[in-house]
């Protein structure tokens, strides 16, 4: 139990083959807690009293038996009492090992049940030890039992979770940890003395979490597990740009319109595992919000589509990369923009803004790609009242702007830029498109080099005149005119291009997105996890 007694804990051992799912426990502020003969109803009597096992120091072990009479209804686990909360990224929270989650209908063995070896055969032992971080540990531990802790994360992102634990003489104890169901590196732990061992990149991605410690092996005791955040409470724009690297775009997935199919492999975990694993530092997401939208305010977003965005949001920062996340296509918005309009997109960034305001500061706001289609004046005007939403639940993260069109850099030349502060600024660049897009001429030559330099050095002397840092969140080169596919763009060429886009986003400091659309502009084969050969001339 934490020393600030902000949470509440009570103490339990869950089957998943008796039990649908475990809840935060209940109980007093001081354990050990003491479940009676009474938890053969729903509810669990807590008392902050110990009983000891005559037979060991355990004290109020706590098991179901899978021999209860038929009388007795196993229920679903139900809380008792509040999750540990985790609300800051600069403060440690300690997770006591005996204030694990309580489960309702759960029948306490030293209360005279009928099966003394617990509805696993085991069970699991509480011992006093005045050395120990709270003055009890779980001992007695054997293969098959596991421990349940439930957290109400607002300080999302990763972890580094610290083990004390030690491993009883002539044991080989081994551990299995999971989060959500998913599973996630366990410590290894064999010293016969309290020892810690550290596990890092844990993510944790907000709101109510469940952290599973399985004993696959027996023979450990485990006296805490202490949480300690990785991310950085607050993080500059200007760090964020210095730090990104090079990203890949996430295209044609989620950007899609509802319904149709633009023939990209639906995003999954091992995506973005294997992008990272390629040496990729960031990603974006493009998101379509319209098709999933109502038309009518409050213009609320389906929750189906909303899990969805979030889940893979979550999949790319538990990799560690930085995350951009926008309004991609929204044609509707771009085509005869007006009021009724503006007022839905305002809606939108007010919904994302809000799911979204407790992830890591990795996670950066785009306002609208590419607003084609709208006058400089109407983008210029619209940046600001989008900021300002996102800013009434996220005051400090990092948000991207950019000016109109297809946001080629002379537009974010001309761009007004909003009033505040952790703002980048943006282009897209695929010049000349008649190579990268259309694939009708080649591309290498010393004046083609020296038109792209123009175009970094002039976004270098913006960003240096404006004291803002800036990204190409697009940049590319097609296989071939997905318009015009007896149009193909020559492989050396493009190779070449995609390189020196790179190299001069090195050189000025100005980090870029690659385009990957998994089809003409396709850079990583998302069905079969295999590169093709222009990665080399991105990552190096």
């Not at 007795?72 to 999750?83: G, T």
């Amino acid at each position: 139990m934490r020393s600030s007694g902000l949470l509440s804990f009570a103490i339990c051992v869950c089957a998943a083959s008796l039990v649908a799912g475990c809840g935060s426990g209940g109980g007093g502020t001081a354990p050990p807690v003491q479940v009676s003969s009474a938890a053969l109803s729903s509810s669990l009597a807590v008392s902050s009293s110990s009983r000891m096992n005559s037979s060991s120091s355990s004290i109020a072990a706590v098991s179901s038996s899978s021999a209860q009479s038929s009388s007795v209804a196993m229920a679903e686990c139900a809380w008792q009492s509040q999750p540990l909360e985790v609300s800051s990224h600069t403060q440690a929270y300690t997770l006591e090992a005996e204030n694990f989650d309580v489960c309702a209908g759960s029948v306490n063995e030293l209360a005279g049940d009928a099966n003394e070896t617990g509805y696993r055969d085991t069970f699991v032992g509480l011992q006093a030890d005045a050395g120990a971080s709270n003055g009890y540990f779980v001992g007695q531990t054997a293969a098959g039992e596991y421990l349940e802790y439930t957290l109400d994360v607002e300080a999302a992102g990763l972890y580094t979770l610290t083990y004390q634990a030690r491993a009883l003489a002539n044991t080989n104890p081994v551990f299995a940890v999971t989060v959500d169901g998913e599973a996630v590196a366990a410590p290894a732990v064999s010293a016969p003395t309290w020892a810690q061992a550290q596990v890092t990149d844990v993510y944790f991605g907000g709101g109510l979490h469940t952290l599973r410690v399985s004993f696959e092996q027996g023979g450990a005791e485990l006296d805490f597990i202490r949480l300690q955040s990785q991310e950085a409470e607050t993080i500059t724009a200007a760090d964020i740009v210095a730090n990104m690297g090079t990203g890949l775009n996430l295209g044609n997935t989620l950007d899609a319109p509802r319904d149709e199919d633009w023939g990209a492999t639906r995003e999954s975990k091992a995506y973005f595992e294997g992008v990272k694993a390629a040496g990729f530092s960031h990603v974006r997401i493009p998101v379509t919000w319209d098709g999933y939208t109502a038309d009518a305010a409050p213009y609320t977003i389906e929750a189906d589509w909303m899990a969805r965005v979030e889940q893979a949001i979550d999949w790319a920062l538990a990799e560690g990369f930085y995350v951009i996340v926008n309004a991609h296509h929204e044609i509707w918005l771009k085509n005869g923009f007006n009021a009724q309009k503006q007022a839905r997109i305002e809606a939108i960034w007010q919904q994302v803004a809000e799911r979204f305001k407790n992830k890591p500061k990795r996670l950066v706001f785009e306002i609208l790609n590419e607003p084609h289609g709208m006058t400089i004046e109407q983008v210029d005007a619209l940046n600001p009242v989008l900021l300002a939403i996102m800013r009434q639940s996220n005051p400090d993260r990092a948000v991207v702007f950019s000016g109109s069109g297809f946001t080629p850099y002379t537009e974010l030349l001309e761009a007004k830029v909003p009033a505040g502060t952790q703002l980048i600024g943006n282009f897209h660049s695929y010049d000349p498109w008649e190579f990268a897009g259309q694939c009708t001429r080649g591309w290498g030559s010393n004046a083609d080099k020296a038109e792209l330099r123009a175009i970094y050095q002039a976004v270098a002397d913006w960003s240096a005149s404006q004291n803002l840092p800036a990204t190409v969140n697009e940049f590319g080169a097609a296989h071939l005119d997905f318009t015009k596919p007896e149009n193909v763009c020559d492989a050396d060429d493009r190779k070449a291009y995609l390189r020196h886009h790179v190299v001069l986003q090195k050189e000025f400091g100005i980090p870029g997105t690659a385009w990957d659309d998994d089809g003409s502009f396709q850079i990583y084969k998302r069905a079969s996890n295999t590169w093709d050969g222009a990665l080399e001339s991105i990552i190096f």
